[in-house]
């Protein structure tokens, strides 16, 4: 893995489209939400003016952005409000993607949600442990203040499906199948591209098929992804700014970004 900076114009001149993990990657990590009964509450965070601004510019350079998370539409549609018009949303781990105000479904998973479901929830009963379902259509997300045994048994006795925790919850997807790389292939037939004409860059384990599926896999946290360039976690800047100013820069290969 090389630092963003080595990163050549050359190699820069075949992107047409650059993919966004959201959490860690264009806004900070981390999730608030709290279930009591039926009444679920949880903070929406929204990208920062400067994020606005560079992902404008990029749209203006003629760049197709795509923002690939384990969200939910509704929070993204939320969160990234101000620039709907320049960018295309593939949610829940690559299930369906917005673009335009029209939706593409990538995969049917009702029937292994109704089969998982009620399971995951009898477990959550007076458990202490587990904040809280996200409301999600076609993923299960289950927020835990720490790992789960039962949450993990569960599913793991099921050889449809699979679990991968992020630090803060655990999303319970269809076994090899319901994967980020899954929106991105819909998503370069949708704009007619080939791998090496996309970016991708994420911060975390849910996002390993998806830069393997791109041709240029950007990571955002060395410790947990492998990319042909790496962007530090930290620091002043987000990962999605940090590599914004350097594809923005008009010096290109020798401008002073670390
Ligand atoms: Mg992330």
Redesign the pocket.
Known sequence: MKPLNKISKKELNQIKMIVF?????LVQ?GTKIKQTGHITTFNTKVIAPRQIEQIKKLHQKGFLINISSGRGLYMLQEMFREILPFVSLTYECGSATWYQGKIYQHINSFQYVQKILPKLKRVAERNENIKGFEPKEFIITVHCKKRDKKIETVVRKDKDFCTIW?GEAYDVLIKKRQTKALGLKHAMKIFKLKKQNVMAI???Y??YELLQASGMPISADKSRLKGKFYVPLKGKFLPADKLMQKILSPIGDNDLIG
């Open positions: 993990d959201v959490d860690g990657v990590r992020n994420g911060d975390n849910n996002d």
